[in-house]
């Protein structure tokens, strides 16, 4: 490859494909040749876009906005999010021929349910906008030089010239993602590049969207497979509660999985990790998550001969119902005018306020994005660029920003990485972006 770029990305996933051709784009339009060059460890680049969504890749939502994301100020997310938003996703993708729908639950895929569409779509843009991909090249240190920076790889000399480990280049652009999916080369190694640059990184880097696991004696271990539609709330120690979600919750042979799982795995971290000793935050769920407990009380007073059990049946998995009467103490198969005043106290706080045994989460393997990473303070909102180091601009995941499940980290990359070109360009010269 050239040993030189005016404009080096670093990782080609989401925000740095998205970089890479709004970069070369810019230029264009104002006809100023630009040299960019992605640069990406993976023998195969893009990797988290083709497995997410199922292989379907969840492109974004019909419905973003800053309350959806976690990390930085919602006023510092809100100013990225609003220079591209769900409509300006929407037409990027169909101008490079991708057509897009949008699912009862909001989320929004590719009509051809193929992960590859969107990848592919990508590539060709970058390919239109003159960018070169450059792969598998893993970045190992970003140095400052006096032209800007020397990019080295493994077994990098020191000099320059035609050193095939080695690239110079005006700026850089790091979209390297944070550490979740470790597999598809997000390994937290671009925070070490962001550091030696002269950034921080919050105190805290964790899994997000991530199972939870319960305690190996907990019941719900055994309904592996069996899912419905549950709430779930994070409560201080004190009761208070902090956040909530209502949707799928799936018991698996570890705990807990699903859309409302995933989404209050992070703050469950979160509070967790900032408790102090003795006053850990709890997770509790309502199985029965539109009735109130004055309601669920006068269904099951009024039971006559049906048992709890058949009644439950009829609203929760059968084997969901059995363990929870199991777990309150409570004959599923009696006839329901055998409940006494406890029995139903006991049952209705197990289906409204079951406490979950919740004793880790199953870490960044699992995680479909990473909490913490560098604050958005560090960069100029309208750019991208770095405030601690010249010619540096950061998009993606790898800042301090992580969003609900169903499209909207792909928004935040989508934006982001939107911002990020537009900004490079805008710094080599290229006119207002």
Known sequence: ???????????????????????????????????????DGAKKPGAKILVAGGGRCNVTHHAVDETAYAGSSRHAIKKVLRAFDVSDTVDFFRELGVELKREPT????????????????????????????VHPW???SVERSAGGFILRRDGASETLGEDPHAVTARLVILATGGMALPRSGSDGHGYALARSLGHATTERIFPALVPLVLDAASPLRALSGVACTARLELRSATGKRLVSFTNAVLC????????????????????????????????????????????????????GAVSPGRWLAARLPERLARTICTIAGVEASAP????????????????????LPVVGDRGFTHAEVTGGGIPLTEVHLDTMASRMCPGLLLCGEILDVDGRIGGFNFQWAWASGFVAGRGAARMLGAGPA
């Open 252 to 303: 698996t042979h570890f705990g807990l999985s699903g859309p409302a799982v995933l989404d209050i795995s992070r703050y469950w971290s979160d509070a967790r990790a900032s408790a102090r000793s003795g006053e850990l935050p709890r997770l509790v769920v309502s199985w029965l998550p539109e009735m109130t407990p004055d309601a669920l009380d006068t269904e099951l007073a009024g039971l």
């Open 1 to 39: 490859m050239n040993a030189t770029a005016d404009i080096a990305v670093v990782g080609a996933g989401a925000a740095g494909l998205m970089a890479a051709i709004q970069a070369g784009r810019a230029c264009r339009e104002l006809g100023h040749s630009v040299d960019i060059a992605v640069l």
């Open 106 to 133: 909001g989320k929004i895929f590719p009509t051809t349910d193929d992960a590859r569409t969107v990848l592919d779509a990508l590539l060709g843009a970058c390919r239109s906008a003159g960018v070169r991909l």
């Open 138 to 140: 893993r970045v190992e």
């Open 336 to 355: 329901g005018h055998q409940l006494t005043r406890d029995a139903r106290k006991r049952l209705v706080g197990n289906l409204l306020n079951m406490p």
